[in-house]
């Protein structure tokens, strides 16, 4: 294992790092996300614990949903002067899902308890299949 004894200089450097994805704000981590289909629709639960609902926004566009938020950091307003450790991620964060199968886009709902946001929309009734006679 490497000699880690000067690593409080590299965590002071660390702290705040973020990843640049061209967006007007940088993504710095990803909730965790469950994705699955039930009979009737398809379902996204996402961690969301610590984050305020006004945060949070829910976008559907052209069979993907795209999730977007702000954790803040308890001690934001604190300065603190140096962490002795930092688990928790914090900062902007979004995540994109393409659907696996068609929804009804007006179906698409997001609820938020517990610090899940449960995202939910209808799939779409497949076209019954038509036999066509050749003449």
Request: charge should be neutral; glycine fraction near 6%; charged fraction near 25%.
């Amino acid at each position: 294992m490497a000699n880690l004894g000067r690593s409080g200089s590299l965590q002071r450097q660390l702290v705040g790092f973020t990843i640049r994805t061209g967006l007007e704000k940088s993504c710095s981590w990803e909730p965790a996300a469950d994705v699955f289909i039930t009979d009737k629709r398809v379902v996204i639960i996402l961690e969301a614990p610590g984050i305020s609902v006004r945060d949070l926004d829910v976008t559907y566009e052209a069979g993907t949903i795209r999730v977007r938020g702000y954790r803040k950091h308890p001690a934001e307003n604190l300065s603190p002067r140096s962490f002795v450790r930092m688990e928790i991620p914090y900062g902007f964060f979004e995540r994109s899902f393409e659907l696996p199968v068609r929804c009804v886009p007006d179906s698409v709902e997001a609820t938020y308890k517990d610090g899940l946001v449960v995202i939910e929309a209808v799939l779409c009734r497949s076209d019954p299949v038509k036999e066509i006679p050749i003449r």
